[in-house]
């Protein structure tokens, strides 16, 4: 397939944008480079060389028609989604297989960013469901299971308002496990919650990073050992920042 540099570059900034989306979607950093580079091969592409770990990409690829071409780019928030995952990966093996026009896989990509998602209030249900599960689960009675449902509904809420601001993920684990802490203890002293513990543990497990943690394992098991390090440091640094806020509201009673 005959490419001009320009052609060539507009190719390569669209698999860098699956790549991209695939990352923030939940990815592997194995999958999301093997992505770019089978794309840039599809469509000519004689060599190429992708580096990616959990906040950049950096793609250079080679050809005989259109030469050197390369492009970096920054990710700067991740968000799991499954659906779109599997939406991603169905769009790059038509790339492969069809070899579409840039303006193709533009409306194809902006369909998929652009789905449907859950709505606020159904966000909210859910919440509200896995802290009362949770803390119900751990040993808690009805008071505590409705308190914990409550409180969670609040922090979505609350974190909702923070994530407005651009508040570092850090600081935001912080401000809504202090809050959660606070208001579990709070329900125990007025007599709608029975054990705080039992109630905070069921909004923990809303913030605790444990998909974060498990691709860190599997990205160092699948030899990504720099990825897989970063996951797991800041997987670490937010379960510390998480248990120093309940740590404080806890202080406080």
Not at 12 to 19: D, E, K, Q, T
Not at 23 to 49: F, H, M, N, P, W
Not at 104 to 110: H, Q, S, T
Not at 127 to 151: E, N, P, T
Request: proline share 2%; charged share 20%.
């Amino acid at each position: 397939m005959h490419l001009e540099h320009e052609q060539a570059e507009q190719y390569l900034y669209y698999a860098m944008s699956i790549g991209e989306q695939l990352l923030v979607s939940g990815a592997e950093v194995g999958r999301v480079e093997d992505t770019i580079r089978r794309i840039c091969k599809a469509y000519g592409a004689q060599r190429v060389d992708v580096f990616s770990i959990t906040s950049s990409i950096v793609t250079t690829m080679y050809g005989d028609d259109f030469g050197i071409c390369t492009q970096t780019r920054r990710v700067s928030e991740m968000e799991n989604n499954l659906d779109r995952l599997d939406k991603l990966n169905r769009l790059s093996r038509k790339i492969c297989s069809e070899k579409p026009a840039p303006e193709e896989i533009r409306k194809e990509l902006e369909i998929i960013q652009n789905g449907p998602r859950y709505s606020f209030v159904v966000q909210l249900a859910v919440y509200a469901l896995i802290s009362g599960c949770f803390s119900v689960f751990f040993g808690g009675d009805w008071k505590d299971m409705v308190s914990s449902a409550v409180i969670g509904v609040i922090l979505k809420v609350f974190q909702s308002y923070i994530k407005k601001g651009s508040v570092n993920s850090l600081i935001t684990a912080l401000l809504c496990a202090a809050v959660g802490g606070f208001l579990s203890n709070l329900a125990v002293l007025t007599g709608l919650g029975s054990h705080a513990d039992l109630i905070s543990i069921g909004n923990i497990m809303l913030l605790i990073p444990g998909i974060a943690f498990t691709n860190s394992v599997r990205d160092m098991f699948s030899g990504d050992t720099i990825t897989g390090l970063l996951r797991f440091i800041e997987s670490l640094l937010l379960a510390v920042t998480i248990a120093l806020g309940f740590t404080f509201a806890n202080f406080l009673f």
